[in-house]
Structure formats: C-alpha cells, structure tokens
C-alpha cells in the first residue's frame, strides 16, 4: 500500500481501540481492489467526540467506524441517521459525503448474515439475548425483521430488559411474543432455538466467565457468542461439549465492516477473502 497525495483516509473512533481488528480489515479490503485508502484507528475520549467527528469531515475523511462507548453518543453530530440506526439506537459507520454527515448501522446485517453463512434462519424462532447493551440492540433488530416469534431479552435488571422491549415495541409484527427476564428467571429446557451472548463475560477481563449455563438448553439449541477472541468462549466451549451448533462473532465482524466498506466505496471483498486475510495475521 502506498499512502500519497491523494489518499482517502477511512478510520475507527473508540476508546479503546487497540485490540481491534478493523485496520486489518480494511486496509486488506483496499489493498485488493486496489483503492487508495488507508484505514486508522483513533483512540477518542468520550469528552473529545464532537470535535473529532467536526475535525474528520473538515479534514476530508471518507468514513468512519464508530464503536464502543461512542455509538450512541455520536448520533447528535450527525446530519443524517438511517432507519435502521435509528431502530437500533446506536451508529457503527459515518459516510461523510461534502457537508452531509450519515450514520447507519451495520452490525444488524453483520449478525444477520453471519447467520446465514451458518444455515442458521430467525425465522419462526424462539430467541434469547443476553444482555441489554448497545450489540444486543442490533441482535433484536435482526429478530423483528427477520420475523423470530419470540424474543426474550435477558439483563441483570429486570426494570432494564422491560425497558429495552418497550423501545422496540413499534416497530415488532403484532404476532411477536416478547418477554423481559432476568438471569435467576431463564427456565431450564424453555425450548430457545437460538441463544446469544451479547455480553462481554468470556472476553478480556472476563476470561473463562459463563454468562449463563449452557446446560439450561436442550442440545438442539443453537448458542451463538458475539465475542470473536478467544476464538471460542467457556460459553462456546461448554455447549459444544454437550452437542450443540456454537457460532462465535467473527462472521459479525466480517459481515459488518464488508458492509461499512460498500458504503464508503460503492463496491466490497467477499468474506472469504477478509477471513483468509486475517487468518494469515493469526486471526481465526
Ligand atoms: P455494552 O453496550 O457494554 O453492553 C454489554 C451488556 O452486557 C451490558 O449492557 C450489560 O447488560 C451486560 N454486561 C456487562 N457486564 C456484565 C457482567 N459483568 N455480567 C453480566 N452482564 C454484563 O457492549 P456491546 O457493545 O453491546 O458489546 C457486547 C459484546 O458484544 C462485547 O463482548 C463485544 O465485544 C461484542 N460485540 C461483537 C461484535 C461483533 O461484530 N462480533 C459487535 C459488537 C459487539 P445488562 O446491564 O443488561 O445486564
């Protein structure tokens, strides 16, 4: 890759940023299709958001990833927001188009088509989420497009996860069952086709934590982690153990930042080629 006068520049805003695998990512993207782009990421206190966001589009920037804790935070500086991020509540990509600042969400298609690639449909099913932050948003936004019939949304408040479901009330199909629980209130054997870790324990600095014992589930059950590294999580370990499908968060990452890089540059790598350019950093 060389970086000249007329280089694009795309980035990622977060805090912290420096166990993303985005830069890999994109700038692999790039470097296939031959397109004079390099992709940064920048570590941003929340107290600098605004005035880096003003600095990107004065400065000519492409796009911008946007990720934790800034994806909600981020939405006010914006001049445009699409449906879907304003469904989800939260913008994980900024295209900046001359003055025109617009945020979309691309998590939601990441997990949809994660799935897909697993022969795995929402369709018809009956779907726990565990955890109601900014990631599950995008999990339940894929449960009502995709018609699950019944979506169960766990936190560790129940005054939270009944919240949560509220939110999300207008735009469900009137034939959608939802449930608000809590971790003490999941039943044993309660018949989830899909279950998904949208929490971080698993992950650095929760190594080894189960958010919830996969034993509740039948084997028939699917259980799906959103963290990508460890590659698979105590979760993911335990419920392949008893025979179950697991499906940890990479094809979500993939999924997404293909999705970020189509609407920056109008065409995208396939996530073939994303998995064997991380897979040769050491990235699987
Ligand atoms: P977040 O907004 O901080 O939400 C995480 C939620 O997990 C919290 O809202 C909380 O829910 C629950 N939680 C936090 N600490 C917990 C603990 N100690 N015990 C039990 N529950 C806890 O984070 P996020 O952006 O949604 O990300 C969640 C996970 O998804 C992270 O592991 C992240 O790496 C992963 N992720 C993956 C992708 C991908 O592309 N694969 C994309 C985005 C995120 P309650 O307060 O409701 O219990």
């Not at 650095?204 to 958010?211: A, C, D, T």
């Amino acid at each position: 890759m060389t970086v000249n006068a007329s280089t694009k520049s795309l980035c990622l805003l977060g805090h912290p940023v420096s166990h993303s695998f985005s830069p890999a990512i994109h700038n692999a993207i790039s470097e296939s299709l031959n397109l004079n782009n390099v992709y940064v990421a920048y570590d941003v206190e929340p107290k600098d958001l605004q005035v880096a966001v003003k600095g990107l589009g004065a400065l000519g920037f492409k796009g911008a990833n946007v990720t934790v804790p800034h994806k909600t935070e981020v939405m006010p500086y914006l001049t445009e927001i699409s449906k879907e991020a304003k469904i989800i509540g939260a913008v994980n990509t900024i295209s900046f188009d001359n003055n025109r600042l617009i945020g979309y969400n691309t998590d939601c298609i990441g997990f949809e088509k994660m799935l897909i690639d697993e022969d795995v449909s929402l369709r018809n099913k009956k779907v726990l989420i565990l955890g109601a932050g900014g990631a599950a948003r995008a999990v339940v936004a894929a449960c009502i497009t995709n018609e699950s019939a019944e979506i169960h949304v766990c936190s560790r408040d129940i005054m939270k996860s009944q919240t949560y479901i509220n939110a999300f009330d207008k735009y469900a199909t009137a034939k959608q069952l939802w449930k608000a629980l809590t971790y003490s209130l999941i039943e044993i054997n309660a018949g989830y086709d899909i279950v998904v870790n949208c929490t971080p324990l698993g992950m650095h600095p929760h190594e080894g934590k189960l958010p919830i014992d996969p034993q509740m589930f039948s084997n028939g059950t699917v259980l799906v982690d959103l963290i990508y590294n460890p590659q698979k999580t105590e979760f993911l370990l335990q419920g392949e153990r008893l025979g179950m499908k697991v499906i940890n968060g990479l094809g979500m990452l993939i999924h997404q930042a293909l999705e970020a890089y189509r609407i920056w540059n109008g065409n995208t790598e396939s996530a073939e080629f994303v998995r064997k350019a991380l897979s040769e950093q050491g990235i699987k």
